[in-house]
């Protein structure tokens, strides 16, 4: 069993900045894909970007792709989204959520994920 719990979230201006975090307890974190997902007020969920176990294999949603980066902490069972230059099209609920892959890779698939996070609201102002 894996818990995620985000934070981070909140309101900033049209181009502004937020980081957002990710801390799982339980075992194995580093077993694990973790990725990023998003929900607008009457849209789908949809994939932000996700990474591998280890850092090494990474997948961006054209959408946020060369404006925001993930990461991981595998010590600190964490993992973190950058997000620079935001626009109000950003605004929307932002989870966290965990894919069992000890052998590595990511999905970009909400199907794939065993665990979610509660969410962290994110308000972009134009």
């Known amino acids: 069993q894996v818990q995620l719990v985000e934070s981070g979230g909140g309101l900033v201006q049209d181009g502004g900045s937020l980081r957002l975090s990710c801390v799982a307890s339980g075992r194995q974190f580093s077993s694990y894909a973790m990725g990023w997902f998003r929900q607008a007020p009457g849209k789908e969920r949809e994939f932000v970007v996700c990474i591998s176990r280890l850092g090494d294999t990474i997948y961006y949603a054209d959408s946020v792709k060369g404006r925001f980066t993930i990461s991981r902490d595998n010590a600190k069972n964490t993992a973190y989204l950058q997000m620079n230059s935001l626009s109000p099209e950003d605004t929307a609920v932002y989870y966290c959520?965990?894919?069992?892959?000890?052998?590595?890779?990511?999905?970009?698939?909400?199907?794939?994920?065993?665990?979610w996070g509660q969410g962290t609201q994110v308000t972009v102002s134009s």
């Open positions: 959520a965990a894919d069992y892959r000890p052998l590595g890779g990511g999905s970009t698939k909400r199907s794939d994920y065993d665990y």
